[in-house]
Every structure is written in structure tokens, then in C-alpha cells.
């Protein structure tokens, strides 16, 4: 059995990611691809985290080009983490061309 004393948000936000991310898929057509938007991310336990993890997405409906998930993370003992997360669709030729926005209150620099 593996055990994660500390294992980083980082990995789990990466998995609950590609759960959400392959469960778009069948809504892409020929050469598009999707980019996260926002994840709200809760830990739900505060010990170590043992055995395989296991990602499930489930699609909550889409706004516009927003597409929503309620996405959860289990270990061998019950759930580690939970997060809304949303992506978007782009093309394969993704941003190239269009002039770069940055979101509103957000630094050039931290």
C-alpha cells in the first residue's frame, strides 16, 4: 500500500483535472481541445492519504462556452478532496492571434 504523508495540491488538482478533462472529450470535435478555467478545491481529510487514488467527474451543465464539473477524489479510505471545476473549449490553433486579456485585479508580478 502506498501512503502520501504529504502529497501536494498540486497532484491532486492535476488528477480531478483529467478526470474532467476526459469526460469532455466526446464533446470536442476534430482538432479542438480543452483549457481549465477555475478550480475551487477542498481537502476533505487532514491525515495521510493511502493506496491508489481515484478521480470521478461528473458534468454539471454548461454556461455559454463555460462547461462545469463537481469533481472527487478517493483514496482506499473514502473521499480526500472535492472541487467545482470549469473548462473551456478552444480550437487547435487555441489563443494564436487573439490579443491577450489578463482577468480583472489580477498582478503582473507576485
Known amino acids: 500500500m502506498n501512503t502520501h504523508d504529504n502529497l501536494?495540491?498540486?497532484?491532486?488538482?492535476?488528477?480531478?483535472?483529467?478526470s474532467a478533462a476526459r469526460l469532455l472529450r466526446p464533446r470536442l470535435e476534430d482538432g479542438e481541445t480543452s483549457?481549465?478555467?477555475?478550480?475551487?478545491?477542498?481537502?476533505?481529510?487532514t491525515g495521510?492519504?493511502?493506496?491508489?487514488?481515484?478521480?470521478v467527474a461528473t458534468y454539471q451543465g454548461a454556461n455559454g462556452r463555460e462547461h462545469r464539473f463537481l469533481v472527487h477524489?478517493?483514496?482506499e479510505s473514502g473521499l480526500v478532496a472535492s472541487a467545482e471545476h470549469s473548462r473551456t473549449i478552444v480550437g487547435s490553433r487555441?489563443?494564436?492571434?487573439?490579443?491577450?486579456?489578463?482577468?480583472p485585479g489580477v498582478p503582473l508580478h507576485v
Request: hydrophobic residues 50%; without cysteine.
Open 48 to 55: 495521510p492519504i493511502s493506496g491508489n487514488l481515484r478521480a
Open 8 to 18: 501536494p495540491m498540486s497532484r491532486i488538482a492535476q488528477l480531478m483535472e483529467q
Open 73 to 75: 477524489v478517493f483514496d
Open 94 to 103: 487555441g489563443f494564436a492571434g487573439l490579443p491577450r486579456k489578463r482577468a
Open 35 to 45: 483549457l481549465a478555467l477555475s478550480m475551487n478545491l477542498t481537502h476533505a481529510v
